[in-house]
């Protein structure tokens, strides 16, 4: 058994995949916008001020961060990658889940019934842990196990 974190489920699920890690704040705007204006197929990260995920792939993976930054239309940004397939299978948290976030994965679960799992509130610690690459585990509790 692997490291366990427990957060808040702020939208719950069950899922397992690749962890994708920031250490910084991701902007949905920069990290998305060119991928859904050109209508990619998967979402590449286009945010040259965060190294940490530029250039890897977000679509499909456990996105873990602390929070998210950037302009008030990211949301709706990162619902529209919701809505074309493109967005991360879940958002993990180690602060509490910002408004740009929100607005964006609740849009997408309301409006559209796609949901991506979302866990806040999991801590430094669990940032300081997760590695880019690492399996994690997401129960619809809210806990966060790296495999």
Known sequence: MGK????????????RGEALVSHAGLNILASFQRSVVLRRRKAVCADQNNPDLYEHVMTGKILCLPVTIG????????????????????????????????????????????????VDNLGAEFLNTVCTGQNVA???NG???II
């Open 4 to 15: 366990v974190f427990q957060g808040r489920a702020v939208l719950p699920g069950s899922c």
């Open 71 to 118: 302009s008030t239309s990211g949301g709706l940004v990162l619902e529209t990658a919701v809505q074309m397939g493109i967005a991360p299978l879940a958002m993990l948290f180690s602060e509490h889940i910002d408004s740009l976030a929100a607005s964006g994965v609740i849009l997408a679960d309301v409006w559209i019934g796609k949901r991506i799992v979302v």
């Open 138 to 140: 997401v129960d619809e």
């Open 143 to 145: 806990k966060v196990e």
